[in-house]
């Protein structure tokens, strides 16, 4: 049995007086990789900021790796990447590699000096992405995809046991998206890192995705990706609130 690392308790929370989510219960366990999906507004951001301890739930509880959220210590165990990581401008002054580095700063502290360990690490988690001939140039100078990839670089410089990303595709040509979240099966699979990923691309990451978790300010749907595969696309559209018909895709070189 594996052991959850994200225990939500009957979890809700309001923005003042507006119910953004509604009594949500939801296990993740080590090594899964969740697509969160849902309409726009429907609580997912809301839901991320509630487990990264950003937020604090009107009611309910959470766990992370067993400890309550309360007392939970171990912050470096996650990685985070945000939707908007990925829109540095050219002139931006810091190279990829200072970039990637700068994740170690939890661990390091902020006023030591960073070690030749460090920049091994920060080449190290660079090779995972796949980016790793581009350490000496500047941020501003990639495209946003290959932004995306040094920022989830720098998450995984501390060697979390979770990753985090709220919608990392968005701005990414629809080529580049694919091969992204081949990296990101791969980060999955061979790394054992978790994921759990805030997407409206609800076809495609769901072929990678093992579980799959739909939310509309509840949770409508939550299992392994397979019996989401088997819901119809009718009763997708109702909780969506809009038609919804998903396609299938053929993803690229997906480790089996
Ligand atoms: N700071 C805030 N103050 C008040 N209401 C908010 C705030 N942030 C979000 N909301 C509301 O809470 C609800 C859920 O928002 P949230 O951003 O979590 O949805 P989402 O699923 O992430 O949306 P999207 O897909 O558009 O990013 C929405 O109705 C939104 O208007």
Same mark, same amino acid.
């Given at each position: 049995m594996t052991n959850n690392i994200i225990q939500l308790d009957d979890v809700s929370f309001s923005y003042e007086q507006s119910l953004a989510l509604d009594h949500i219960s939801l296990q993740i366990g080590e090594g899964e990789f969740w697509a969160l999906i849902g309409p726009n507004g429907s609580g997912k951001s809301t839901l991320l900021n509630i487990i990264l301890g950003i937020l604090k739930p009107s009611s309910g509880s959470v766990k992370l790796f067993g400890d309550d959220m309360r007392s939970f210590k171990q912050r470096e165990r996650i990685g985070y990447v945000s939707q908007k990581s990925n829109s540095f401008n050219s002139g931006f002054p810091a190279t990829v590699l200072e970039v990637v580095r700068s994740g170690l700063t939890r661990k390091v502290g902020l006023f030591r000096g960073f070690t030749k360990k460090d920049e091994q690490r920060a080449m190290e988690v660079l090779r995972i992405v796949g980016m790793e001939r581009f350490a000496k140039q500047n941020i501003g100078e990639l495209s946003g995809g290959q932004q995306q990839r040094v920022f989830i670089a720098r998450a995984l410089a501390g060697k979390p046991d979770l990753l985090i990303m709220d919608e990392p595709t968005v701005g990414i040509d629809q080529q580049n998206v694919a091969s992204f979240y081949t990296m990101l099966n791969h980060l999955n699979r061979e790394h054992g890192i978790a994921i759990v990923l805030v997407t409206h691309e609800i076809d495609?990451? &769901?072929?990678? $995705? &093992?579980?799959? $978790?739909?939310?509309?300010?509840?949770?409508?749907?939550?299992?392994?990706?397979?019996?989401? !595969? !088997?819901?119809?696309?009718?009763?997708i559209s109702k909780w969506y609130g809009h038609p919804v018909r998903r396609v299938h895709h053929q993803m690229p070189e997906v480790q089996q």
């Amino acid at each position: 049995m594996t052991n959850n690392i994200i225990q939500l308790d009957d979890v809700s929370f309001s923005y003042e007086q507006s119910l953004a989510l509604d009594h949500i219960s939801l296990q993740i366990g080590e090594g899964e990789f969740w697509a969160l999906i849902g309409p726009n507004g429907s609580g997912k951001s809301t839901l991320l900021n509630i487990i990264l301890g950003i937020l604090k739930p009107s009611s309910g509880s959470v766990k992370l790796f067993g400890d309550d959220m309360r007392s939970f210590k171990q912050r470096e165990r996650i990685g985070y990447v945000s939707q908007k990581s990925n829109s540095f401008n050219s002139g931006f002054p810091a190279t990829v590699l200072e970039v990637v580095r700068s994740g170690l700063t939890r661990k390091v502290g902020l006023f030591r000096g960073f070690t030749k360990k460090d920049e091994q690490r920060a080449m190290e988690v660079l090779r995972i992405v796949g980016m790793e001939r581009f350490a000496k140039q500047n941020i501003g100078e990639l495209s946003g995809g290959q932004q995306q990839r040094v920022f989830i670089a720098r998450a995984l410089a501390g060697k979390p046991d979770l990753l985090i990303m709220d919608e990392p595709t968005v701005g990414i040509d629809q080529q580049n998206v694919a091969s992204f979240y081949t990296m990101l099966n791969h980060l999955n699979r061979e790394h054992g890192i978790a994921i759990v990923l805030v997407t409206h691309e609800i076809d495609l990451v &769901t072929e990678l $995705a &093992t579980h799959v $978790a739909c939310l509309n300010r509840t949770i409508h749907f939550h299992g392994v990706q397979s019996d989401y !595969k !088997k819901m119809d696309d009718d009763d997708i559209s109702k909780w969506y609130g809009h038609p919804v018909r998903r396609v299938h895709h053929q993803m690229p070189e997906v480790q089996q």
